[in-house]
Every structure is written in C-alpha cells, then in structure tokens.
C-alpha cells in the first residue's frame, strides 16, 4: 500500500517562507513525477509545482520565483520551498505522486499565510 505524507505547514506571516515535505512510503518503485498541488476555500484545486524523474520542473505562474520544487535524498521525497508568501497562498497543500499513470495522494497541510 503506497502511502504520500505531507508535512511542514503552519501559519506564516506575509513575505515569510515554509518548506514542506512530502515522502512516499510502500513501493519499490520510483514515482515518475511528484506535484504539489493546493486548494483554496471555495476554490478548486490547482498544479503549484511539479517534478519529473528526469528533473523537468513546471510551476504555476502564480509562484514562479518564489517557490521552488526539489527532491529529496530519500526516494519519492519532495520538497517545496516556499518564499515571499502572500495571504492568497493560504490553502491545503496536497502531494501527488504518479507511476505508470496511477496517482498517489496525501491527505494535504494546511498553508496559512496572515497579512
């Protein structure tokens, strides 16, 4: 059974950074890709920042340079660093991770980013 645990949100004052984490457990192979996605109160979920097995990443312009997605040592490891965050960053933040077309989800973290 594959397991995607997400951590490292909490509530950030404006223009302050979090780093959050997502490691997979239960499968012996590597994910294809892992994204970052979130989702805001009374708004759909939306792609933040996505990572390829060949180092392709994609983010969405929203968070082009502040946020930067990377992999960790351990396998199926992301991470996401996130800077200069705005109150509109406030939303649970999901990790998906993808093999052969199947998607693993975690269950999110909270983001909360005061003005």
């Known amino acids: 059974q594959v397991q995607v645990v997400e951590s490292g949100g909490g509530l950030v004052q404006a223009g302050g950074s979090l780093r959050l984490s997502c490691a997979a457990s239960?499968?012996?192979?590597?994910?294809?890709?892992m994204t970052w996605y979130r989702q805001a109160p009374g708004k759909q979920r939306e792609l933040v920042a996505g990572?390829?097995?060949?180092?392709?990443?994609n983010y969405a312009d929203s968070v082009k340079g502040r946020f930067t997605i990377s992999r960790g040592n351990a396998k199926n490891t992301v991470y996401l660093q996130m800077n200069s965050l705005k109150p509109e960053d406030t939303a649970v933040y999901y990790c998906?991770?993808?093999?052969?077309?199947?998607?693993?989800w975690g269950q999110g973290t909270q983001v909360t980013v005061s003005s």
């Open positions: 998906r991770g993808e093999i052969n077309w199947i998607y693993y």
């Open positions: 239960g499968s012996i192979f590597s994910f294809n890709t």
């Open positions: 990572l390829t097995s060949g180092g392709s990443t």
